[in-house]
């Protein structure tokens, strides 16, 4: 009880109201952008929370992550082109409405089933992010590398169709976590000379990099033929009939976001498109689906939404981010000396207090400003692609430069960036890299201090339960992407055969 009253007196004494209305107006905005994802969206913003205070810049952060899981939709209707990978399951029956002339209702439905969603997710975190938080009172030097190393091997060998690739990129994030001071002894390595790099590469410059910079290149070689959306179009919320019709899509979607929000690597994409199959399945008229069903739009919504929330439970439960946007959460976690784990609630109570109060602001905000900005959603939408990137240009630019006046630091953007751009041209996936550069020092110093603690002798993480049935657990992962990869070629040889 008392924890309720401290977070309605937040909702008055503190930042968090406008934090969250900030974040989700600019959530909405990036994700109804064509070309920016949730994570990209977040990414922008992670410059400007630098100098905020911890709590603020955490809850903005979040709260961004939810706003551009919704407006990820705003152009799959209008345009059949999805602001976000997870919205991409709504564009079968979101567009085909839009093409009946439905495009108010459907926007409608993703909004409503938007908060649907976000409230669940957000009630899960809530009940389960805690409870588990304790076991990590149980945690040694051994379980943290142990815990790392299975961070890193689901991220890997999720994240890619190619479990080789996905452990490379892992590497090189690695490495890249080692230039700087070494955390034992105190001594430069990789710096070559540049005392810049004394304190290594910070993750933000990174995330950055590969993620805003290298969508940028990415796209400017590509013509891109816009719909021109009618600007006159108004969002309709659906009324007491309709809500019951889809009632049952958005009860699974909830259900099937929270596992998936608990499982690193899967993430809204996979949420919404197993959402939008279930619904189908469990449809009394399954013929309607891709055809403009209402439930078709309902269900992945729903989906997505829950995971923006549910991801966060192993994120600040053990510090293992579930997707990119969980990412790059956990960098903006740990620039402002947030660790995860039960001394996030014992000695940061009010931040994870103000994710929840912010997060529930979000949502419920989330009915009245996606309608009221759709306007300038469609605005946006209707910009010329060489406007829009010179503008995010200039953004990525200025927010790092901002962050210690360094152009220095622009430099490692950029850096970051044209190695993402080969990563993507190669097919090597982004999340393993980033995953490398936030964990590595985790496991790395972990690993130093393990040894000192046992004179240089390995066992020591052979007489941790706890840190082997983390390593049992990254083997038998790793092994199923292996297994999982051969059944595949031997599939791709018998069709060609």
């Not at 905000?365 to 060489?386: D, E």
């Not at 995953?435 to 690993?447: A, I, M, R, T």
């Amino acid at each position: 009880m008392e924890q309720f009253f401290t977070a309605v007196s937040m909702l008055f004494t503190t930042w968090v109201v406008p934090a969250a209305l900030g974040g989700l107006i600019w959530g909405i905005l990036g994700g109804a952008t064509p070309g920016l994802s949730a994570s990209i969206t977040m990414a922008l913003l992670l410059p400007f929370t630098y100098a905020m205070p911890p709590m603020p810049a955490i809850v903005m952060l979040a709260t961004c992550y939810i706003g551009a899981e919704y407006g990820g939709s705003i152009p799959a209707i209008l345009i059949r082109t999805p602001g976000t990978n997870a919205s991409a399951a709504t564009i079968m029956d979101g567009y085909e409405m839009n093409r009946q002339g439905r495009a108010g209702e459907a926007l409608g439905l993703s909004l409503w089933s938007g908060v649907v969603g976000g409230l669940f997710g957000l009630a899960m975190l809530i009940l389960l992010t805690e409870p588990l938080s304790r076991l990590a009172l149980l945690f040694k030097p051994t379980t943290y590398f142990g815990l790392g190393i299975l961070g890193l091997s689901v991220i890997a060998s999720l994240s890619s169709k190619s479990l080789l690739k996905g452990l490379a990129a892992a590497l090189v994030g690695l490495m890249i976590s080692t230039i700087g001071t070494d955390p034992i002894s105190g001594v430069s390595r990789f710096t070559f000379g540049a005392p810049d790099l004394l304190d290594g590469i910070a993750p933000l410059f990174v995330m950055v990099g590969l993620y805003a910079m290298t969508e940028l290149m990415m796209r400017a070689g590509i013509m891109g033929n816009i719909i021109k959306p009618n600007a006159s179009i108004r969002v309709r919320l659906p009324r007491l009939p309709m809500m019951k019709k889809v009632a049952r899509s958005q009860a699974i979607g909830c259900g099937i976001g929270t596992v998936e929000g608990l499982m690193p690597g899967a993430g809204g994409t996979v949420a919404a498109f197993i959402a939008y199959n279930e619904c189908k399945r469990w449809s009394k008229t399954p013929e309607e689906f891709g055809h403009g069903a209402p439930e078709g739009v309902a269900g992945p919504e729903a989906a997505n939404n829950t995971v923006a929330s549910a991801s966060l439970i192993p994120l600040l439960s053990f510090g293992i981010p579930a997707s990119n946007s969980g990412a790059v959460l956990l960098g903006g976690l740990l620039i402002h000396g947030l660790l995860p784990g039960p001394r996030l609630f014992e000695q940061n109570s009010d931040v994870v207090l103000g994710i929840y109060v912010g997060s529930f602001v979000a949502d419920i905000a989330q009915v009245v400003v996606g309608a009221v900005i759709l306007p300038l959603c469609v605005w946006l939408v209707n910009r010329p692609k060489p406007y829009r990137s010179a503008f995010i240009l200039a953004l990525i630019l200025s927010g790092v430069y901002t962050v210690h006046m360094s152009l220095f630091d622009v430099g490692i953007v950029l850096a970051s960036g044209m190695l993402g751009y080969f990563m993507k041209y190669f097919g090597y996936p982004f999340l393993p890299a980033v995953l490398g550069v936030v964990l590595g020092n985790l496991v790395e110093s972990n690993y130093r201090r393990s040894l000192v603690l046992s004179g240089g002798d390995l066992g020591i993480f052979l007489e941790d339960p706890i840190a082997i049935g983390f390593f049992i657990a990254a083997a038998l992962i790793m092994a199923g992407a292996l297994l999982a990869e051969w059944r595949a070629s031997r599939v791709r040889k018998a069709v060609s055969a």
